[in-house]
């Protein structure tokens, strides 16, 4: 069965320049969530989504966002890149269910300069 | 406000020695409690988990995680680690309704010496 599949691996960008991230979830998983990593701030919640609504959402600003196709395939597009995005993006993909634990992708690496 | 506490930053062992990497948390009601391993320049690698149930959860590779209500605590243990296992371990917490963000500790850096 295949992983969790994020693209691209690595991304460099521009300041005030915009990035979209994408996480292919495993197969039959409904639920796909995305985490930031950071040095400073370690691993920190941005949204999940379920059947292609967000259930939940971190506390991030408005310039990360979010969608979910019909497929389960998840986006992720921070726009108005800033130094302190670069980052660690993971995305975690599950059942969905209240037990269910996450399975993550190998995550893509942004530098922002 | 639910959190998680991993109160050492790096734990040193030697190869074949037992190892404890420890984890305690703050949560209102039953928590769902993780571990995950990440090797660097990789994503996060589910160990295992805690939901109900017996205290001693076996999980992937030899692990296994104490449950212990009173004292709040989840630590990750193995009978003999290997150099393999030297990497970084996160603790994470969420509630018991789908859809929660998992809560993650600082992570604690695992060095085994041969």
């Known amino acids: 069965k295949a992983g969790v599949t994020q693209t691209p691996r690595y991304l460099i960008k521009t300041r005030g320049q915009q990035v979209t991230l994408s996480c292919s979830p495993i197969?039959?998983?409904?639920?796909v969530s995305w985490y930031q990593q950071t040095p400073g701030q370690g691993l920190q919640f941005l949204f999940e989504?379920?059947?292609?609504?967000?259930?939940n959402k971190g506390n991030f600003p408005g310039r990360f966002s979010g969608r979910q196709f019909s497929n389960s395939r998840s986006e992720m597009n921070v726009s108005t890149l800033e130094l302190g995005d670069s980052a660690l993006y993971l995305c975690?993909?599950?059942?969905?269910?209240?037990?269910?634990?996450?399975?993550f992708g190998q995550g893509t690496r942004l530098t922002v300069v | 406000a639910q959190s998680v506490a991993q109160p050492e930053d790096q734990v040193n062992v030697a190869e074949g020695n037992p190892l404890t990497v420890k984890c305690t948390y703050s949560?209102?009601?039953?928590?769902?409690l993780f571990w995950y391993v990440q090797y660097p320049n990789r994503g996060l690698q589910f160990l295992l988990k805690?939901?109900?149930?017996?205290?001693l959860v076996k999980g992937s590779y030899g692990f296994e995680a104490e449950f212990n209500k009173s004292q709040t605590s989840f630590h990750l243990k193995k009978p003999s680690a290997l150099v393999s296992d030297s990497a970084l371990y996160f603790c994470?917490?969420?509630?018991?309704?789908?859809?929660?963000?998992?809560?993650f500790g600082k992570g604690t850096t695992l060095s085994v010496s041969s």
């Open positions: 975690a993909s599950s059942g969905g269910q209240d037990f269910s634990e996450a399975f």
């Open positions: 197969s039959g998983h409904r639920s």
């Open positions: 989504y379920f059947s292609e609504t967000q259930r």
């Open positions: 949560v209102s009601g039953n928590p769902y």
């Open positions: 805690y939901i109900t149930g017996d205290n």
């Open positions: 994470a917490v969420r509630g018991n309704q789908a859809g929660t963000a998992l809560i």
